[in-house]
């Protein structure tokens, strides 16, 4: 992901030249950090680019370009939801816990996580022979954390057997039940890529009616009809 922040943010006018420059920099150092093993390091330079990329303009941040959807308002009404004693009740949480929407101590506490590449898990699961487990990998058009540029970079590294099929398949207009157009995909067999127009990292809060048909197409399989 991180190699693609520099072309993504100069390609959408967030950056000059001279800030592309500096973040290819910030992008080699991490790669020589994480080469290295020094995880923890390579996650801090992580943070420091996401600092940078979140402080270039006041009208947007670095995990949705349109920021004035406000996704706070969503996540202030998922806090209530998820602390009202019913659904606690329901879903069988503590009645005493409270859920809250980030935690500074759980993020440090996976800190080095964050740098570390888990694409042998991905191609495990796609290769595995006993289960037939479907793969969807989804991005917010809007988002520049995880975005598109970063994993288009990194889908051919997935150890499949058909990944080379899949790279040649066509990238198809998706289309809602209604006609409208909310994205495109790549699919073959048990692989799908998909981007969901007007949503940043949150695709769920941003476009919630895009996540509901993304996820019925994928629990049935029908991408292609």
């Given at each position: 992901?991180?190699?693609?922040?520099?072309d993504?943010?100069?390609?959408?006018?967030?950056?000059?030249?001279?800030?592309?420059?500096?973040?290819?920099?910030?992008?080699?150092?991490?790669?020589?950090?994480?080469?290295?093993?020094?995880?923890?390091v390579?996650?801090?330079?992580?943070?420091?680019?996401?600092?940078?990329?979140?402080?270039?303009?006041?009208?947007?941040?670095?995990?949705?370009?349109?920021?004035?959807?406000?996704?706070?308002?969503?996540?202030?009404?998922?806090?209530?939801?998820?602390?009202?004693?019913?659904?606690?009740?329901?879903?069988?949480?503590?009645?005493?816990a409270?859920?809250?929407?980030?935690?500074?101590?759980?993020?440090?506490?996976?800190?080095?996580?964050?740098?570390?590449?888990?694409?042998?898990?991905?191609?495990?699961?796609?290769?595995?022979?006993?289960?037939?487990?479907?793969?969807?990998?989804?991005?917010?058009?809007?988002?520049?954390?995880?975005?598109?540029?970063?994993?288009?970079?990194?889908l051919?590294?997935?150890?499949?057997?058909?990944?080379p099929?899949?790279?040649?398949?066509?990238?198809?207009?998706?289309?809602?039940?209604?006609?409208?157009?909310?994205?495109?995909?790549?699919?073959?067999?048990?692989?799908?890529?998909?981007?969901?127009?007007?949503?940043?990292?949150?695709?769920?809060?941003?476009?919630?009616?895009?996540?509901?048909?993304?996820?019925?197409?994928?629990?049935?399989?029908?991408?292609?009809?």
């Amino acid at each position: 992901q991180i190699n693609g922040y520099s072309d993504t943010a100069f390609s959408l006018g967030l950056i000059d030249m001279k800030t592309r420059d500096n973040l290819v920099t910030l992008q080699n150092q991490f790669i020589s950090q994480v080469q290295a093993k020094n995880y923890s390091v390579a996650s801090s330079i992580f943070d420091y680019v996401g600092d940078l990329l979140s402080n270039l303009t006041t009208n947007t941040t670095w995990i949705d370009l349109e920021n004035y959807r406000n996704s706070s308002i969503f996540e202030n009404d998922l806090s209530d939801w998820l602390n009202d004693p019913k659904i606690k009740n329901y879903y069988g949480a503590d009645p005493n816990a409270t859920w809250v929407d980030f935690v500074n101590a759980i993020y440090y506490d996976f800190y080095s996580d964050i740098s570390q590449s888990y694409i042998s898990n991905l191609s495990f699961i796609l290769s595995q022979k006993i289960y037939d487990i479907k793969v969807v990998i989804y991005n917010g058009q809007d988002d520049v954390l995880v975005n598109s540029n970063g994993v288009e970079r990194y889908l051919p590294y997935i150890n499949w057997s058909n990944i080379p099929q899949f790279l040649a398949a066509k990238k198809q207009i998706w289309r809602d039940t209604n006609g409208y157009v909310i994205g495109s995909y790549k699919h073959y067999d048990k692989l799908t890529y998909v981007t969901v127009n007007k949503a940043g990292h949150s695709v769920p809060a941003d476009q919630p009616w895009s996540a509901r048909d993304m996820l019925r197409r994928f629990i049935k399989n029908i991408w292609d009809k």
